[in-house]
T-cell receptor, first 112, second 114 residues
Framework: KQEVTQIPAALSVPEGENLVLNCSFTDSAIYNLQWFRQDPGKGLTSLLL?????REQTSGRLNASLDKSSGRSTLYIAASQPGDSATYLC???????????FGSGTRLSIRP | DAGVIQSPRHEVTEMGQEVTLRCKPISGHDYLFWYRQTMMRGLELLIYFNNNVPIDDSGMPEDRFSAKMPNASFSTLKIQPSEPRDSAVYFC????????????FGSGTRLTVV
């Protein structure tokens, strides 16, 4: 059974810093891995999707990497801004490509 | 498209009452998912449908929970009878296919059972 873990549960950094959020998963036989953003009182929005055959994906100031052999993914945020404050969840899609299993998220706060 | 629409946004009910949550997926999306989010357990998949047919309900916590999808544009999640530990935010999501592509979440229903 796939389990997805995110550490730390919360992170606070000053504006302008580069930061890395971590995600680990137990079953390396994944179809793909996604990073989502959740704002308070809202649903989740997909940020980046990495295919199992890929090593990384980039969108603007965001870069996500995937290392299936070690069961790890990271989300790198460059030049953080207060608007980046949100909860970030990673999610693994199993090899059957049908179900997404979510981590519990990292609550990120960017201090002005 | 207006996205995935859930109603109500907030629901407060007394223990023992029946609760029905509603979801309208994005038109053309063949998959519909119901999730529950709590501080303790995070985001849990309860059940998902493909072309209106329930495929995996292994996440449904108890027989008190039931879900239906009578047509491609409507799904319900029912809790009967409700208990305080059911208090959570319930999300509906839809996607055009498998693999997590185009996964779109609704804004959720915050359920409080007192």
């Amino acid at each position: 059974k796939q389990e997805v873990t995110q550490i730390p549960a919360a992170l606070s950094v000053p504006e302008g810093e580069n930061l890395v959020l971590n995600c680990s998963f137990t079953d390396s036989a994944i179809y793909n891995l996604q990073w989502f953003r959740q704002d308070p009182g809202k649903g989740l929005t997909s940020l980046l999707l990495i295919q199992s055959s890929q090593r990384e994906q980039t969108s603007g100031r965001l870069n996500a990497s995937l290392d299936k052999s070690s069961g790890r993914s990271t989300l790198y945020i460059a030049a953080s801004q207060p608007g980046d404050s949100a909860t970030y969840l990673c999610a693994a899609v199993g090899s059957s490509a049908s179900k997404i299993i979510f981590g519990s998220g990292t609550r990120l706060s960017i201090r002005p | 498209d207006a996205g995935v629409i859930q109603s109500p946004r907030h629901e407060v009910t007394e223990m023992g009452q029946e609760v029905t949550l509603r979801c309208k997926p994005i038109s053309g999306h063949d998959y519909l998912f119901w999730y529950r989010q709590t501080m303790m357990r995070g985001l849990e998949l309860l059940i998902y449908f493909n072309n209106n047919v329930p495929i995996d309900d292994s996440g449904m916590p108890e027989d008190r929970f039931s879900a239906k999808m009578p047509n491609a544009s409507f799904s319900t999640l029912k809790i009967q009878p409700s208990e305080p530990r059911d208090s959570a935010v319930y999300f509906c999501a839809s996607s055009p296919g498998t693999g997590g592509y185009g996964y779109t979440f609704g804004s959720g229903t915050r359920l409080t059972v007192v």
